[in-house]
T-cell receptor
Framework: GAVVSQHPSWVICKSGTSVKIECRSL??????MFWYRQFPKQSLMLMAT?????????EQGVEKDKFLINHASLTLSTLTVTSAHPEDSSFYIC??????????FGPGTRLLVL | AQKITQTQPGMFVQEKEAVTLDCTYD???????LFWYKQPSSGEMIFLIY??????QNATEGRYSLNFQKARKSANLVISASQLGDSAMYFC????????????????FGKGTLLTVNP
């Protein structure tokens, strides 16, 4: 089946630094990619939807200047958490949709901001 | 308003028995899809089963079956012959079209049910 990878799987950073998370579709072209955030013992919350070559659409309450999303190619999307703070510590999961309607999830990235 | 409701924060089941995880949904769109995902402690989201709103028969995938009752807007997951490895969080999700044109979709997740299988 289709595979979506995320890198890094774990990241620990100091408060105020920026962190970039990569999401790649390994064997299919992803016209749309989604970024989710999951706090401990909670559900996945959609942060933004990005279509290749266009600006991301952010969900209500998500700061687009803080969570920069770039979807430069059909196989790569990046999420940059700018000036990260401890409250940004979370599990970030990307998902990629192929030309049909099937959505595949990456393994997630755990971010800890000290 | 919550679109996906999972009323069971936690469920326990004995190994080899069947268990039903509840999910109700709310949408006015006639075309939608319902998914169940398993999330073990590692965090990965594992796709289990899918039911389309126009599907006439309930979906089945191995030990997983989806009890789809459209009029009641429910899509319960039934796991038969539970195994210890089934212990995990289970999320119900609904795919809906967003915007016009019908080409963009998003998944909305319920709060999840933590299933524990006892030996």
């Amino acid at each position: 089946g289709a595979v979506v990878s995320q890198h890094p799987s774990w990241v620990i950073c100091k408060s105020g630094t920026s962190v970039k998370i990569e999401c790649r579709s390994l064997d299919f072209q992803a016209t749309t990619m989604f970024w989710y955030r999951q706090f401990p013992k909670q559900s996945l919350m959609l942060m933004a939807t990005s279509n290749e070559g266009s600006k991301a659409t952010y969900e209500q309450g998500v700061e687009k200047d803080k969570f920069l999303i770039n979807h430069a190619s059909l196989t790569l999307s990046t999420l940059t958490v700018t000036s990260a703070h401890p409250e940004d510590s979370s599990f970030y999961i990307c998902s990629a949709r192929d030309l049909g309607k099937t959505q595949y999830f990456g393994p997630g990235t755990r971010l800890l901001v000290l | 308003a919550q679109k996906i409701t999972q009323t069971q924060p936690g469920m326990f089941v004995q190994e080899k028995e069947a268990v039903t995880l509840d999910c109700t949904y709310d949408t006015s769109d006639p075309s939608y899809g319902l998914f169940w995902y398993k999330q073990p402690s590692s965090g990965e989201m594992i796709f289990l089963i899918y039911q389309g709103s126009y599907d006439q028969q309930n979906a089945t995938e191995g030990r997983y079956s989806l009890n789809f009752q459209k009029a009641r807007k429910s899509a319960n997951l039934v796991i038969s012959a539970s195994q210890l490895g089934d212990s995990a969080m289970y999320f119900c999700a609904m795919r809906e079209a967003i915007g016009s044109g019908g080409s963009n979709y998003k998944l909305t997740f319920g709060k999840g049910t933590l299933l524990t299988v006892n030996p």
